[in-house]
T-cell receptor, first 117, second 109 residues
């Protein structure tokens, strides 16, 4: 039974299109995140939601819009896709925000590899 | 600015010991994490240090020195399945995780 699941796993699309990635966690966690991992392997936080409320919104183009219908789901919608958006997008969850075993530990989904042609 | 430095790549032999270093400069400190990421897969949690010293967990140990802004991950009795990237991440004063680029560890027979 997958703890953090995201779909689709692979996404290939043309520039200018709009696409969505969905994420669900069944761990009962309060906080969910979207990360982008580019070809240089840096993980960069994009958004974080705590109990459906946006708490972290890094410098990300406003073409990216997260939506959290409930605390178990955090979806990512991307408008007008650009070549530079090609990356692996990871959804993650944690129990609370504070550091510490069982709290700051992140549980990641398998990733969604987006390729923009 | 905030940054995490770790070697890009390391090579070690099966059965041996390897130490992966991480140095950091962040705005505040609320703990340091090590994650393992196999190629094409998601990162998985390995360890967490918030106090100085060594935390041991089976074949893996993690060390922290807050005064030096330094940590290392020690892997003993290396196995081929340990070939992966090892990511160091620090939680800053705002409880945001700052990630290193990862160290790709190659294990040779």
């Amino acid at each position: 039974d997958t703890a953090v699941s995201q779909t689709p796993k692979y996404l290939v699309t043309q520039m200018g299109n709009d696409k969505s990635i969905k994420c669900e966690q069944n761990l009962g966690h309060d906080t969910m995140y979207w990360y982008k991992q580019d070809s240089k392997k840096f993980l960069k936080i994009m958004f974080s939601y705590n109990n459906k409320e946006l708490i972290i919104n890094e410098t990300v183009p406003n073409r990216f819009s997260p939506k959290s219908p409930d605390k178990a789901h955090l979806n990512l919608h991307i408008n007008s896709l650009e070549l530079g958006d090609s990356a692996v997008y990871f959804c993650a969850s944690s129990q609370g925000l504070a550091g510490g075993p069982g709290t700051g530990e992140l549980f990641f989904g398998e990733g969604s590899r987006l390729t923009v042609l | 600015g905030q940054n995490i430095d770790q070697p890009t790549e390391m090579t070690a032999t099966e059965g041996a010991i390897v130490q992966i270093n991480c140095t950091y400069q962040t705005s505040g400190f609320n703990g340091l994490f090590w994650y393992q990421q196999h190629a094409g897969e998601a990162p998985t949690f390995l360890s967490y240090n918030v106090l100085d010293g060594l935390e041991e967990k089976g074949r893996f140990s993690s060390f922290l020195s807050r005064s030096k802004g330094y940590s290392y991950l020690l892997l003993k009795e290396l196995q081929m399945k340990d070939s992966a990237s090892y990511l160091c991440a620090v939680m800053d004063s705002n409880y945001q995780l700052i990630w290193g680029a990862g160290t790709k560890l190659i294990i040779k027979p």
